[in-house]
């Protein structure tokens, strides 16, 4: 995949509205995006009812973590700038990521990047980012984080996919076909979709 996103998941019913926001961070950023049927809104993220492990998320990313078992952010943390947290998710101990690439999602300029967490994670949690909201910053063992680095509302905001080896295909094209309808409005109300 060069990191461009299509939508391909069959019809998308459901409209939903998020909030990516922090006590450190300016403004919240609300996030509206369409879900196909059977997907549900967690509040900072969008997964199928029936497999949390598949899943499409927001994160303000302060920082990368250098050593995850350690919760050892980096030093220098990384810029806020596209460029520089998209490296820093290349450069995390234990995983195996694919170098940033330009890419655009849902009409936006993005670095793209790639990341595989190992199939036997050396401790649990595996810390890979700061962020907030703060449960949002390590995966699942065997997970695949496809990573979509966008500027939106004067922030970096990650959009990102997690999938795992036994993602459906179905699963795998609903992830996609959102991606192309998401807006960020900065500081708008926001209301659980359904």
Excluded: K
Aim: charge should be negative; hydrophobic fraction near 35%; charged fraction near 20%.
């Amino acid at each position: 995949r060069d990191g461009a996103a299509s939508p391909s998941g069959g019809p998308l019913g459901q409209t939903l509205e998020m909030t990516v926001s922090g006590t450190e961070d300016p403004e919240p950023l609300h996030v509206t995006l369409q879900l196909p049927d059977g997907w549900e809104n967690a509040s900072w993220y969008a997964a199928r009812v029936d497999d949390e492990t598949s899943s499409l998320s927001f994160s303000l990313v302060h920082n990368t973590i250098s050593e995850p078992c350690q919760n050892v952010p980096r030093d220098p943390g990384v810029d806020q700038t596209m460029e520089s947290v998209a490296t820093g998710f290349t450069e995390i101990a234990g995983t195996t990521a694919t170098a940033p690439v330009a890419a655009t999602v849902a009409g936006m300029e993005a670095m793209y990047v790639e990341v595989a967490t190992p199939e036997s994670l050396p401790c649990d949690p595996f810390w890979m980012w700061e962020s907030t909201p703060g449960d949002g910053n390590y995966p699942s063992a065997g997970q695949t984080l496809r990573i979509w680095v966008v500027e939106a509302g004067g922030q970096v905001v990650a959009v990102m996919t997690r999938t795992h080896e036994g993602t459906s295909s179905e699963t795998q094209e609903q992830l996609d076909a959102p991606l192309e309808t998401i807006v960020f409005d900065e500081g708008a109300p926001t209301s659980s979709g359904g």
